[in-house]
């Protein structure tokens, strides 16, 4: 009984968790492409001004930041709920 009520009560800080990482990699995401390319905005998939391959840098370096932020705050949450229950969450 224990467990599925520590599944319960970590969906809404893993809601919440899941937003503020969003958040933050869409932050970071903007501050490398500046100083990547001193561009202060991304080209847009259905941006006619930019090129095939300034799209697809865009969106690989966005996809591959969201996927790090997320898998360190997915491991952080994990460990943060190991410390508190004593086992590793499931």
Known sequence: MAGK????????VNL?????????A???FKQVWK????????????????GWGEVLAAAAL???????????VHRSSAAGAKRLTG???D
């Open 62 to 72: 966005q996809g591959a930041i969201f996927a790090v932020v997320k898998a360190a």
């Open 35 to 50: 100083l990547a390319t001193g561009d202060d905005d991304a080209p847009d998939a259905g941006d006619e001004e930019r």
């Open 5 to 12: 009520l520590e599944k319960v009560a970590l969906k809404p």
């Open 26 to 28: 869409g932050m970071v």
């Open 87 to 89: 086992h590793w969450p």
């Open 16 to 24: 919440a968790l899941g937003i503020a990482a969003g958040t933050l």
